[in-house]
């Protein structure tokens, strides 16, 4: 009989060796799921993994990578702080609409205005409503102990409805031709978020991902912040002995979590977007999730994570354009990594012991 | 009499990775008798029983119970064979009465009011005062210690196992605990007794078999023995005694006025308008049944919980607004109860668990940078200066035993030469090497100039370390009396012995 049995220690090994079988996991069981559906699997895999990197579209796909990671990785970074002190902020979708509905305000108010400081502000003002809306959850459960998981989930469908309200109402182009959504902020170069350097991918998005990685690795490992917020996650009584208000706490986490998936949500709209539609939420804060917990949490690990999975979503769609494979795919996909990695890191947590019956 | 023995143990050995738990060991309990194992902490006592209990199995050697050979595979053909065992710590569920707990321990309960009888009747027999009716989250350690008896001797035991009892109990709940005991042992049941405080051992046991290492190294009568000669036996030497000298009482240094607080949880207990006064090379002794406000009591001396402007003040300074951070900057540090979980993080190394406390006073944080070196430094530091047991500070604080721990949390804060130190329980579930080491350290630092309290539940300690002794009973603190001349029944009724001494209305 084989039974679990718990582990005193993690070995430091297995710490990463998870997430690597998680995908390889991923990869057979996925493949499993494309043989039955009448697919070669081996093509299919090769589809989603290898050719948007290395394929005959690849130099197409290459900077789409990026394009797709850096929300992913700014928002990860952020949600990993707050899972790290056991804050749980599953809304980030729903704040990344909030900043990128604040963000585009910005600009569509200073319309056509061509000043410099237009960007700079719409950042600014991207970050401020995704902390508000992160803020929401955080003052409900400190003023009445509200489950921060689920009024940020509640959040998100609240956010949805005011962006379709925008993109129909307020903010919808009044040179549009009754067209919903907002004017295309790429078209009006003090507001747009272009790529920098051609053929890469990278935007503003890609340095602020990259700054949110260096920073939340400095706070966690450097600061007394990061500290207190381990030492919250891990053991809430001794960190309430060492200082820390744990109101304070949850403040500061759904704060910066809401801010960096409210800054994600603007480098999108005044990029690779363009406009406030109603469709402005694509799932970036959801998968963040995964790309959270793929990455253990880890500022590194995270920027990995995040690359694999914006690979799946380059590749998903490649999959569809070339064999016809259902959208479904990607999500499907995320979902088994997730499944597995969490299968999986029971292993972190116990080892297998065969039991000798008496 | 010999030869009718309830239990024998025959060079029973059980190893662990690294340790060898029990080695050899022998001994013997005959019927009525009251036994005591006694041992320090890690000396085996617990895996001994343990594999009494049918919760873990011997290595090699063999036990016989009332004549049949005795390898219980789990608890259950323990307590078939006729084993029954109370547990220092108690597993009874809060929100159900005491008849349900007791019906949720039994293999084949009664019908509910055949069990209320019973238990009416048992508690009758044996002046174990206790309501079935009542709900668990309203009685006392002493009385839930009574459910759990209550539960085992429902089962008609031939031996009782009793795993450190009093820990927890008054005075008073202690002696109505041993004529429990011994009107058992007087009807033929064994008991076995585990624990390290030896008066009690000496008034109370019949016999004692002493385990250090793991082995048995004596075994006597232990009324035969003064405490000293059983503690030498104990730790394999002589006991260093406790130098109290060289303090006197300076200026008032902390001062805590009309301290009320409500109770912070539902099952926590509110203080009321506690008050008192520290002076300068004083250690005061805090004493009390745990839930009594102690937990509390140090909440809101570390800051941990804020209170009214004017109710604690360190020199003269109003530290009753200020959180644990700006209290320690000023001097007033503490040490809670509970080592794994609220005064170090079991998963977090030595070196880390420096970042606690000693932050500001030990310059291991400036404008909020960590300087890793200097906490590891630090941790180096304690780990020498009082003997901490570890591979290195590098450690994670949960592989540490309890003594080693508390030793190193302890010396965290004595290290920073505090104002003010208050510690909760500073020697509980600590070996005796460990528990004198840790004393020793709050007479020093007392001796140094600065004010110590000392909340314990442990008596002994209360009336060796302090110089003036305080009960707390029910979130209420009595007014403070030189420890000179107290007598333990004076004690007592200060901590509100009297406390269930009324047989219950059943």
Same mark, same amino acid.
Request: one cysteine or more.
């Given at each position: ?54 394929? $005959?579209? #690849? ?7 990026? &394009?797709? %990671? *850096?929300?992913?990785? =700014?928002?990860?970074?952020? /949600? ?115 790529? $920098?350097? #051609? ?7 890609? &340095?602020? %991902? *990259?700054?949110?990685? =260096?920073?939340?690795?400095? /706070? ?139 | ?506």
């Amino acid at each position: 009989m084989i039974r679990l049995v718990p582990r005193s220690d993690t070995p430091a090994l297995l710490q990463v060796a998870t997430p690597v079988m998680a995908v390889l996991a991923t990869m057979i069981a996925g493949g499993i799921l494309f043989a039955i559906m009448g697919y070669d699997p081996v093509a299919a895999i090769k589809t989603i993994f290898w050719d948007p990197l290395f394929g $005959l579209a #690849a130099s197409y796909s290459r900077p789409q990578l990026l &394009v797709k %990671a *850096a929300p992913l990785i =700014l928002i990860a970074s952020g /949600l990993a702080v707050g899972f790290r002190a056991g804050i749980w902020n599953i809304g980030a979708e729903g704040q990344y609409i909030i900043g990128a509905i604040t963000g585009a305000a910005v600009a569509l108010a200073a319309y056509p205005a061509p000043e410099m400081w237009i960007f700079p502000a719409m950042v600014i003002a991207g970050a401020a409503g995704g902390w508000a809306w992160g803020m929401i959850p955080a003052l409900l459960r400190n003023w009445f102990g509200a489950s921060e998981i689920l009024v940020s989930l509640m959040l998100v469908y609240v956010a949805q409805r005011i962006a379709a309200w925008m993109a129909f109402g307020p903010m919808r182009n009044p040179e549009g031709f009754g067209m919903p959504g907002s004017r295309n902020l790429q078209q009006y170069p003090a507001a747009s978020n272009p790529e $920098l350097i #051609a053929g890469t991918g990278a935007h503003w998005g890609v &340095v602020a %991902a *990259a700054a949110a990685v =260096l920073a939340t690795w400095f /706070l966690m490992s450097r600061h007394i912040r990061g500290f207190h917020i381990r030492a919250a996650g891990t053991a809430p009584r001794a960190a309430r002995f060492a200082g820390v208000r744990p109101e304070t706490l949850v403040a500061f986490c759904l704060g910066l979590s809401g801010a960096l998936a409210g800054m994600a949500g603007l480098f999108e709209v005044a990029g690779p977007a363009g406009q406030i539609t109603d469709k402005v939420g694509v799932g970036y804060g959801f998968t963040a999730i995964i790309v959270a917990f793929l990455g253990r949490l880890h500022p590194v690990g995270i920027l990995l994570a995040g690359l694999l999975l914006a690979l799946t979503y380059i590749g998903g769609e490649l999959a569809q354009l070339t064999m016809n494979l259902p959208a479904a795919t990607v999500q499907v996909f995320q979902g088994m990594l997730l499944f597995f990695l969490l299968g999986f890191d029971l292993l972190t947590r116990y080892r297998i012991a065969r039991r000798v019956t008496a | 009499m010999i030869d009718a023995a309830v239990f024998q143990a025959k060079g029973i050995g059980k190893s662990y990775p690294g340790v060898r738990a029990n080695d050899g060991v022998s001994f013997t309990v005959a019927p009525g008798e009251i036994h005591a194992l006694l041992g320090e902490n890690g000396a085996g006592k617990s895996t001994l029983v343990k594999m009494i209990y049918g919760l873990v199995r011997p290595d090699d050697g063999e036990m016989v119970l009332n004549g049949q050979p005795h390898h219980p595979a789990d608890p259950r053909a323990a307590r078939a064979a006729g084993v029954a065992m109370v547990f220092q710590h108690f597993s009874l569920f809060d929100a159900l009465t005491v008849a349900e707990n007791i019906a949720l321990g039994m293999e084949n309960p009664p019908p509910r009011r055949e069990l209320s009888d019973r238990i009416a009747q048992v508690s009758q027999d044996f002046g174990l005062p206790l309501n079935p009716a009542r709900r668990v989250v309203t009685l006392s350690a002493g009385e839930r210690q009574r459910v759990e008896i209550i539960r085992c001797l429902l089962q008609n035991p031939r031996l009782l196992i009793m795993d450190e009892p009093t820990s927890v109990l008054t005075p008073q709940e202690a002696e109505l605990l041993f004529a429990t005991l011994r009107k058992l042992a007087d009807q033929g049941t064994a008991i076995l007794y585990i624990s390290h405080k030896l008066e009690e051992i000496r008034t109370h046991c019949d016999r004692a078999t002493i385990l250090r290492g793991g082995r048995v190294v004596d075994s006597c009568d232990p009324r035969e023995h003064s405490a000293r000669t059983l503690a030498a036996m104990m730790v394999g030497g002589e006991m260093r005694p406790i130098d109290r000298s060289g303090r006197q009482a300076g200026d008032v240094l902390l001062q805590v006025r009309a301290l009320s607080q409500p109770a912070p949880t539902a099952e926590g207990t509110a203080l009321k308008s506690v008050a008192l006064t520290l002076r300068a090379g004083e250690i005061l002794g805090i004493g009390g049944v745990a839930g009594n406000g102690q937990d509390e009591l140090l909440a809101a001396l570390s800051g941990e919980i804020r209170s009214a402007p004017g109710t604690i003040l360190l020199e003269g300074a109003d530290l009753s607004r200020h959180g644990p951070e700006a209290r320690r900057s000023a001097g007033l540090l503490a040490a809670p109860e509970d080592r794994l979980g609220h005064a170090a993080v079991p998963d977090f190394s030595l070196t880390d668990n420096t970042l606690l406390t000693a932050g500001a006073r030990k310059g291991l944080v400036r404008k909020g940078m960590i300087d890793r070196a200097a906490a590891r430094a630090f941790a180096e530091a304690v780990i020498r200066a009082f003997d901490v047991r570890t591979p290195g500070p590098g450690t994670a604080a949960k592989a540490l035993s309890g003594g080693n721990l508390q030793k190193f949390v302890i010396g965290r804060e004595v290290m920073q030469a505090p104002r003010v130190l208050v510690v909760n329980q500073p020697t509980w579930g600590v070996d005796a090497g460990a528990a004198a080491a840790v004393r020793q350290s709050l007479l020093d630092l007392a001796r140094s100039g600065a004010g110590v309290i000392v909340i314990s539940q442990d008596l002994d300690e209360l009336l060796e370390l302090s110089d003036r002794f305080c009960a707390l009973n029910e979130g209420r603190l009595s007014a403070p009396r030189p420890t000179d001349g107290l007598t333990l029944d004076q004690i007592g009724l200060m901590l509100g012995g009297a406390h269930g001494m009324e047989v219950a209305h059943l």
